[in-house]
């Protein structure tokens, strides 16, 4: 069964650095692309961008552009997404999402989310 | 970026009865379009994708149509466990940008 196992909740204040993690099981990691999307609260769902794990291309939307880095460690099945100096507007929850082998057309099995509360 | 436009924004129907929700986007996506269904406190679940294909495992009362900028996602005899927010999605160029979502209740 394919399967997204996100990492746990996190705590941080503004201007911490970041970086979450989401693992991929039951499948070839490297031929998927993973998508992330945000959720702020009680918001609409956010697409930020995807990684093709198999070469790390990657595309964000320019609204994320520059503020978060996407990456994946194929060794290990893993996806990240990382921050540099948190804000108080990155609260919300994130979803990664794998794509059908070898597109990126739609996101079809979702991990449960890893909720990132920025607050000082 | 391609915008979507989902309406209603809510809407409160009965058990058993017919469900429609569109989505429009701000120019030709083809059949681009993707659903979702997010119950509350879950991630979300995929329904429909290139328009009107139903994701395996999902029920066959829901349904999706439509092409360019005009799609539709229907459900034809709503039941409780639908209750959920539903968002349509454009794959055509990235950014893959989301509807607002359409809450649905059971009256």
């Known amino acids: 069964e394919v399967q997204l196992v996100q990492s746990g909740a996190e705590v941080k204040t503004p201007g911490e650095s970041l970086k979450i993690s989401c693992k991929g099981v039951?499948?070839?990691?490297?031929?998927?692309?993973i998508g992330w999307v945000r959720q702020m609260p009680g918001k609409g769902l956010e697409w930020m961008g995807i990684i093709y794990p198999g070469d790390s291309d990657t595309k964000y939307s320019p609204s994320f552009q520059g503020q978060v880095t996407m990456s994946v460690d194929k060794s290990i099945s893993t996806a990240y997404l990382q921050w540099n100096s948190l804000k108080a507007s990155d609260t919300a929850v994130y979803y990664c999402?794998?794509?059908?082998?070898?597109?990126?057309?739609?996101?079809?099995?979702w991990g449960k989310g890893t909720t990132v509360t920025v607050s000082s | 970026d391609i915008q979507m436009t989902q309406s209603p924004s809510s809407l409160s129907a009965s058990a058993r009865d017919r469900v429609t929700i569109t989505c429009r986007a701000s120019?030709?996506?083809?059949?681009?379009l993707n659903w979702y269904q997010q119950k509350p406190g879950e991630a979300p679940n995929l329904l429909i994708f290139?328009?009107?294909i139903l994701q395996g495992g999902v029920p066959s009362r829901f349904s999706g149509s439509g092409s360019e900028t005009d799609f539709t996602l229907t459900i034809s005899s709503l039941q409780p466990e639908d209750v959920a927010i539903y968002y349509c999605q454009q794959s055509y160029s990235t950014p893959h940008t989301f509807g607002q979502g359409t809450q649905v209740e059971i009256k």
């Open positions: 120019q030709s996506i083809g059949s681009y």
């Open positions: 999402a794998t794509c059908p082998e070898g597109a990126y057309q739609y996101l079809d099995v």
């Open positions: 290139a328009a009107s």
């Open positions: 039951g499948y070839t990691f490297s031929s998927y692309w």
